[in-house]
């Protein structure tokens, strides 16, 4: 892989997370056109530098994102537009980073999840979820979250997804060795 080919696999990667984090925090959706031109740009990026490999590449990123996620969205755990995005990403990407991205994001996900929680509820609604989960294990029965609980609240997912790939960008070996060639060259 040439170091312009992952200079815009970064780049244009962190734009298409920037975009979809500004939806997933606003609108709380991902729209299609985004993710479709993600898929689409990471298929055509990879085939024009490394041809048949890098096609093959972008397909197995594009598929592992789906058969990974996949049951996540069965779950509701992560919508649609979160899936659809990794599959940019995996296409973006390649498998490697896909795989890394994906778990550090679970790390990611619980972190930020707590904090958009507690900037959407404040500490009365976390209060009301502890309350709630102490009932629910005192008295052995399942009561649904109330309005305004921290417990019913969903959560943009984009934020995490972004952050584990920044983590797992700079963990990468290939990516640091681009940055520093790039910080020798400015500096």
Request: glycine fraction near 8%; charged fraction near 10%.
């Amino acid at each position: 892989m040439t170091d312009l080919q992952l200079s815009i696999q970064v780049i244009t990667a962190g734009m298409f997370f920037v975009l979809a984090i500004t939806f997933d925090l606003s609108k709380e959706r991902i729209p299609n056109w985004l993710c479709l031109i993600a898929i689409f740009f990471g298929f055509a990026v990879n085939s024009y530098f490394a041809q048949l490999n890098g096609l093959l590449i972008s397909f197995v990123g594009f598929s592992l994102a789906f058969i990974i996620l996949f049951p996540t969205f069965m779950f509701r755990i992560l919508g649609a537009g979160d899936i659809k995005l990794m599959m940019g990403i995996g296409a973006i990407m390649g498998p490697s980073l896909l795989m890394w991205s994906i778990l550090y994001a679970i790390v990611a996900g619980a972190l930020t999840s707590i904090v958009l929680i507690a900037w959407k509820t404040g500490l009365s609604g976390i209060k009301i979820t502890a309350k709630r989960y102490w009932d629910c294990f005192y008295l052995r029965t399942y009561f649904k979250p109330e309005q305004g609980e921290a417990a019913g609240q969903k959560v943009p997912y984009a934020p995490a997804l972004a952050l584990g790939w920044l983590w797992a960008c700079s963990l990468n070996p290939q990516v640091n060795h681009l940055y520093s060639s790039i910080s020798q060259s400015l500096f």
